[in-house]
């Protein structure tokens, strides 16, 4: 057999590309402030007046809003680890997958996500990156190599 024909019959078909769309980032902001009201501020509420006894004992703890920010981090990292998406996320169709997998990311990598995220909000810059890329991907989403996509389900 020639080379040629050989050669034919052994090619392989690429697999079609995926198109991803990147999240738009005034609905990452929804989904921020949703997620908030949704998990971060019963957390908030149950620390203050169910563990502490009232807002007064609260506010003067050093301890508290810090135990309220690791059990919201915890949460947010299974819920994405899990699912890639917080309630929040899912209502407005976003997903935070691996940048280079597009699959879901690790309990640990989505709890440094989360640490890079407050990192990235203490220095404006971060949160405004998104403005300025074409993949749209805030300062965390560049350190922890992840993405945040539109997804339909």
């Given amino acids: 057999m020639r080379f040629r024909k050989l050669?034919?019959?052994t090619?392989?078909?690429l697999p079609p590309k995926i198109k991803i769309i990147y999240a738009?980032?005034?609905d990452k902001i929804k989904a921020l402030i949703t997620d908030m009201f949704m998990i971060y501020a019963p957390i908030l509420y149950v620390i203050a007046y169910v563990i502490m006894g009232g807002?007064?004992?609260f506010q003067s703890s050093q301890v508290a809003p810090f135990f309220g920010v690791l059990l919201y981090g915890l949460i947010y990292a299974g819920l994405i680890a899990k699912f890639g998406q917080t309630p929040g996320k899912k209502a407005y169709d976003i997903k935070v997958v691996d940048?280079?997998?597009l699959k879901n990311i690790s309990f640990f990598?989505?709890?440094?996500r989360f640490i890079a995220f407050l990192?990235?909000?203490?220095?404006?810059?971060?949160?405004?990156t998104p403005l300025f890329r074409k993949d749209k991907k805030a300062l965390h989403d560049i350190l922890c190599?992840?993405?945040?996509i539109m997804v339909k389900d």
């Avoid at 190599?145 to 945040?148: A, I, L, P």
């Fill in 55 to 57: 807002k007064d004992a």
């Fill in 99 to 101: 940048a280079k997998t």
């Fill in 24 to 26: 738009f980032y005034p």
């Fill in 7 to 9: 050669k034919q019959k």
């Fill in 11 to 13: 090619k392989h078909k």
């Fill in 145 to 148: 190599h992840t993405v945040e």
């Fill in 119 to 128: 990192f990235s909000a203490t220095i404006i810059v971060g949160l405004l």
């Fill in 109 to 112: 990598r989505a709890f440094a």
